[in-house]
């Protein structure tokens, strides 16, 4: 048996659903942001008031079916978002497609539900809870559409435990805030003083600091072509920079970059070159394992 999760009035929506009268029925989406930023999206062409909220008219969505069965089995919602010029739907100053694109759903929950009214009805009767869970993925992002996996709650089952395992290296992330350096504080300028080689993968700079110093760092250049492009430093011996990925353009002399160094996770580099060794969470005397023959 499921109980309603909002009605008019006592009892209003069994009523309707036991009433065997004609239905009326719409989905409601409520999705939170990761900032905190409620969205309200009906499925029906008109805003949807109940229990003191209303759901607006959003993008186009459809979605697949929902299913419930015994168990503890993870299940997964699909929901597809259009846009076009008719529905803008921008999100906090950008267009629906190009926030997604630039991450905004990450950390969202989503939230369907269903309501019910019949003919005549000015407003639902009342809604049932149909599904809820956390963005889990988006496999497809064209310019017109945006595809939305919806984990349900149960993905938290398959969380490992203990979640932070015994290993050398450090398991904070550098930047971070349980790591505590501040990012600004160790960024460097430079810019290059060479055309880019070996497919726009490695180029000359100007940076002085000892070999190895931004590795598996960040470079993000701020003129030239590849303005605003960042990329991860594969290796830094002297002045010579070689980036993870290809970059878009060619690099030219004179193109300025920020660069920040990275960190290996290494008791040695946490201490050496972060002076960050009281927040090292890494065990590197944990002895290594052994066979016995």
């Not at 008109?46 to 015994?70: D, E, F, H, M, Y």
């Not at 978002?81 to 497609?97: E, F, N």
């Not at 996996?149 to 490992?160: M, T």
């Not at 004179?254 to 002076?275: E, H, I, M, R, Y």
Request: with cysteine; charged share 15%; hydrophobic share 40%.
């Amino acid at each position: 048996m499921r109980t309603a999760l909002w009605e008019s009035s006592a009892g209003a929506l069994a009523a309707l659903l036991n009433s065997g009268a004609p239905l009326e029925k719409c989905d409601l989406y409520t999705i939170t942001l990761a900032s905190g930023q409620v969205l309200r999206w009906t499925s029906r062409d008109g805003a949807v008031t109940g229990n003191g909220l209303t759901w607006q008219p959003g993008p186009g969505i459809t979605r697949t079916r929902c299913k419930w069965s015994i168990g503890t089995e993870v299940d997964t919602l699909s929901i597809t978002l259009y846009t076009d010029a008719t529905r803008p739907v921008p999100i906090a100053g950008k267009p629906l497609l190009a926030f997604i694109a630039a991450g905004g759903l990450v950390g969202a929950r989503v939230q369907l539900d269903r309501a019910f009214w019949t003919l005549g009805d000015t407003a639902p009767r009342g809604a049932l809870l149909w599904f809820s869970g956390a963005v889990a993925d988006i496999p497809l992002l064209t310019r017109r559409e945006a595809q939305v996996n919806v984990k349900s709650d149960l993905q938290l089952l398959n969380i490992q435990v203990p979640r932070e395992v015994y290993q050398a290296q450090c398991l904070r992330t550098v930047y971070d805030s349980e790591c505590g350096l501040n990012r600004a504080t160790f960024q460097a300028a430079g810019a290059a003083t060479g055309p880019s080689v070996l497919g726009r993968t490695r180029f000359q700079s100007n940076l002085a600091q000892a070999a190895g110093y931004f590795d598996l760092g960040t470079i993000t250049f701020t003129t030239g072509n590849n303005a605003g492009v960042s990329r991860t430093v594969k290796s830094h011996p002297g002045g010579l920079v070689t980036v993870l990925s290809p970059l878009p353009a060619a690099v030219v002399a004179g193109d300025a970059f920020t660069v920040v160094p990275g960190c290996d996770g290494l008791q040695a580099t946490c201490s050496g070159k972060f002076n960050n060794l009281s927040r090292f969470k890494g065990y590197p005397y944990v002895p290594q394992p052994e066979t016995v023959l």
